[in-house]
């Protein structure tokens, strides 16, 4: 069965920073792109990145790049996303999901909350 | 990067009825496109992929079609479970973009 179980999320201020992390199971992680989703409270999907199954090739929504920083580990069948400078606005439920184009499993998110 | 519209943003219908969701995207896309399914609570469901295919589990009531710029997503009867919110999204370029939703409400 496959699995995907994030961790991470929290409460951070504004600036702030914050770790996420995806522990996949169930299928062969490094045969698949992997990519994060994030949902804000009673508002539409925002894909946030994207990774290619090895690594070698990266992707960011407009409003996230340069304070976003997607990675994974294969030997660990881990997804990470790294957030910093973080803004009221990327509150939200982050997603990590299989496929780096669409996504047909997707965990249940940890939620992401900045404020002061 | 290339806008998701949807249409409509809500659509109220009964069990049993045929419904169709439009979704146009800023620039071609090729087939690029998904669906996907939400309900409250949960995480999306992958419905239709690469514009027309059907995902492995969903029920064939679902189709979807198009190319280019218009797609739609069809429900070819109403079924209860189907009242949820759906949403379209290209993958033809990073970065990869979503329509603002359609919720479908029972009427």
């Known amino acids: 069965e496959v699995q995907l179980v994030e961790s991470g999320g929290g409460v951070v201020r504004p600036g702030g920073s914050l770790r996420l992390s995806c522990a996949a199971s169930g299928f062969t992680f490094d045969d698949y792109g992997m990519s994060w989703v994030r949902q804000a409270p009673g508002k539409g999907l925002e894909w946030v990145s994207g990774i290619h199954w090895n690594g070698g090739s990266t992707g960011y929504a407009d409003s996230v790049k340069g304070r976003f920083t997607i990675s994974r580990d294969n030997a660990k069948n881990s997804l990470y996303l790294q957030m910093t400078s973080l803004r009221a606005e990327d509150t939200a439920l982050y997603h990590c999901?299989?496929?780096?184009?669409?996504?047909?499993?997707w965990g249940q998110g940890t939620l992401v909350t900045v404020s002061s | 990067d290339i806008q998701m519209t949807q249409s409509p943003s809500t659509l109220s219908a009964s069990v049993g009825d045929r419904v169709t969701i439009t979704c146009r995207a800023s620039q071609s896309i090729s087939t690029w496109l998904a669906w996907y399914q939400q309900k409250p609570g949960k995480a999306p469901n992958l419905l239709i992929y690469k514009a027309s295919s059907l995902e492995g589990g969903v029920p064939s009531r679902f189709s979807g079609s198009g190319s280019g710029t218009e797609f739609t997503l069809t429900i070819s009867s109403l079924q209860p479970d189907d009242f949820a919110t759906y949403y379209c999204?290209?993958?033809?370029?990073?970065?990869?973009?979503f329509g603002q939703g359609t919720r479908l409400e029972i009427k």
């Open positions: 999901a299989r496929g780096g184009n669409n996504q047909d499993f």
């Open positions: 999204q290209q993958y033809n370029t990073y970065p990869i973009t």
